[in-house]
């Protein structure tokens, strides 16, 4: 069982910045995907980002690619998402998942991961 536990969303002003946690507890391995899917309202949930546990190549949605950074401290058993340069378009409840069936392959697919945190939402005034 892996337990997932998001934080540090909140509202920002466009051009700005926050940084997502992401506790996890439970059973980690190296191969675990970890990864962060963002819904906004009315829309259907979309992937963000992935990387796996034990390092190595991360994953981005072209819509934030070069603003958002995904990483990992194994060490606080937490998974991260630092956003930059924020956009209106980026306001949704963002959630952390882990994909604790399969080898990491970059997976983007939502029923893909086993295991959901419970939503942070985030708001970017313009």
């Known amino acids: 069982q892996v337990q997932l536990v998001e934080s540090g969303g909140g509202l920002v002003q466009a051009g700005g910045s926050l940084r997502l946690s992401c506790a996890v507890s439970?059973?980690?391995?190296?191969?675990?995907?970890m990864a962060w899917f963002r819904q906004a309202p009315g829309k259907e949930r979309e992937f963000v980002a992935t990387?796996?546990?034990?390092?190595?190549?991360?994953y981005y949605a072209d819509s934030v690619k070069g603003r958002f950074t995904i990483s990992r401290s194994v060490a606080k058993n937490t998974v991260y998402l630092q956003m930059n340069s924020l956009k209106s378009e980026d306001t949704a409840v963002y959630y952390c998942?882990?994909?604790?069936?399969?080898?990491?392959?970059?997976?983007?697919?939502?029923?893909?991961?086993?295991?959901w945190g419970q939503g942070t939402q985030v708001t970017v005034s313009s």
């Open positions: 998942a882990a994909d604790a069936s399969s080898l990491y392959s970059g997976q983007r697919r939502g029923s893909e991961y086993d295991y």
């Open positions: 439970g059973r980690t391995f190296s191969n675990y995907a």
């Open positions: 990387l796996r546990w034990g390092g190595g190549i991360a």
